[in-house]
C-alpha cells in the first residue's frame, strides 16, 4: 500500500517570500503521477502541479514549482513570491492504479 | 480544466432521512468517479470508485449499505447518505476522470456540508 507524509501541520510566509512544503512518499510501483492540490477556505480542491514519475525534469507552473527525488521518493513544492491568495491548505498526492492517496496536507499561511 | 458539478452545496437533514448528492461532469464523460469524505482539518478519505454501469467498490470500512452509490450515466454519480444519523455529518467531495485514461487528471467538484440533526 502507498503511503504519503507530509509533516508539517502548518507553515507561515510572508508576502513575496518563498515557502518549501515537503512530501515523501512510499510505493513499490516504478510507474505513478504526483500532484500538489490546494484548498482554499472555499474548500474547492484545485489542482496546483503535476508530475509524472518518468520524468526526470522538474514541473514548474509559473510561481509553483517542484523537486522530486525519485530515489528518495520525495516532492516538494516551492511556492515563490508568495501571495495573500495562496493562503490554503496544501495536499501532496500519489497515483499509481487510478486511486488518489492524499497526505495529511499543510495548511499555509501568507502574511502582509 | 474540465467542470465538474456537485449538489446540493449544503444540506441539514433530520435523523432517519436519506439525502442524495450529485455529481455531474459537464464538458466531459467521466468513466470513472470518486467520493472522498472530509472531516474538518483532515485530509481527504477515498469512500468508493464507482465506473459507468458497474457496482461501486468501496473501500475499507466503509458501508456500502449506508452510502449508496450510482453511476448510471458517463456524467452523472450520485451518493445517498441512507438512514443518517448525526455522526455523518461530514464535507462530501467527487471528482471525475475524463475518459483519456491513466495519465489524465480528476476534476473536482466544490463539496456537499452534510448536517445531520
Known amino acids: 500500500a502507498q503511503t504519503v507524509t507530509q509533516s508539517q501541520p502548518e507553515m507561515s510566509v510572508q508576502e513575496a517570500e518563498t515557502v518549501t512544503l515537503s512530501c515523501t512518499y512510499d510505493?513499490?510501483?516504478?510507474?505513478?503521477?504526483l500532484f500538489w492540490y490546494k484548498q482554499p477556505p472555499s474548500r474547492q480542491m484545485i489542482l496546483v502541479i503535476r508530475q509524472e514519475a518518468y520524468k526526470q525534469q522538474n514541473a514548474t507552473e509559473n510561481r509553483f514549482s517542484v523537486n522530486f527525488q525519485k530515489a528518495a521518493k520525495s516532492f516538494s513544492l516551492k511556492i515563490s513570491d508568495s501571495q495573500l491568495g495562496d493562503t490554503a491548505m496544501y495536499f501532496c498526492a500519489f497515483r499509481s492504479w487510478g486511486k488518489l492517496q492524499f497526505g495529511a496536507g499543510t495548511q499555509v499561511v501568507v502574511t502582509p | 480544466g474540465a467542470v465538474v458539478s456537485q449538489h446540493p452545496s449544503r444540506v441539514i437533514c433530520k435523523s432517519g432521512t436519506s439525502v442524495k448528492i450529485e455529481c455531474r461532469s459537464l464538458d466531459f464523460q467521466a468513466t470513472t468517479m470518486f467520493w472522498y469524505r472530509q472531516f474538518p482539518k483532515q485530509s481527504l478519505m477515498l469512500m468508493a470508485t464507482?465506473?459507468?454501469?458497474?457496482?461501486?467498490?468501496?473501500e475499507q470500512g466503509v458501508e456500502k449499505d449506508k452510502f449508496l452509490i450510482n453511476h448510471a450515466s458517463l456524467t452523472l454519480s450520485t451518493l445517498t447518505v441512507t438512514s443518517a444519523h448525526p455522526e455523518d455529518s461530514s464535507f462530501y467531495i467527487c471528482s471525475a476522470r475524463d475518459l483519456g485514461g491513466e495519465n489524465t487528471e480528476a476534476f473536482f467538484g466544490q463539496g456537499t456540508r452534510l448536517t445531520v440533526v
Open positions: 464507482s465506473n459507468e454501469g458497474s457496482k461501486a467498490t468501496y
Open positions: 510505493t513499490s510501483e516504478n510507474n505513478y503521477y
